[in-house]
């Protein structure tokens, strides 16, 4: 039931990626275009320069900010790699745990180091 839980959920978060990938990629191209704007501000020496740079800085945020919800698509980025670790860990750990439990193999492990 936990691994159909898990599925499931990672599904979910798959196709609420999927949908916010345009959005994703708008916010973090206007990301990277605010921040050669500002490197371009920094070397611009005229007021009108700086003035120009200012604008279309404004211009280019009001495009981040309108794609601010792709913030929901990163989260649930996260949470399905969460859940491709929980999947993970989950298959090591019932393996373990048959290993660890039994008697016999424990003993044998034991002879083995007293053997040598």
Known sequence: ?????????????????????????????????????????????????KIGWVALGLLVLSIGISNIYAIIGVAAAYVLYLIYKGWKNDNLYAEHTVEDHDPFRNFERQWADINQ
Do not use: E
């Not at 839980?5 to 959005?23: E, T």
């Open 1 to 49: 039931m936990k691994k159909f839980l898990l599925f499931v959920g990672g599904l979910l978060a798959l196709f609420i990626l999927l949908v916010n990938l345009g959005p994703i990629i708008l916010l973090g191209v206007s990301i990277w275009l605010l921040y050669v704007i500002f490197k371009q501000f920094v070397k611009s020496d005229s007021t009108a320069g």
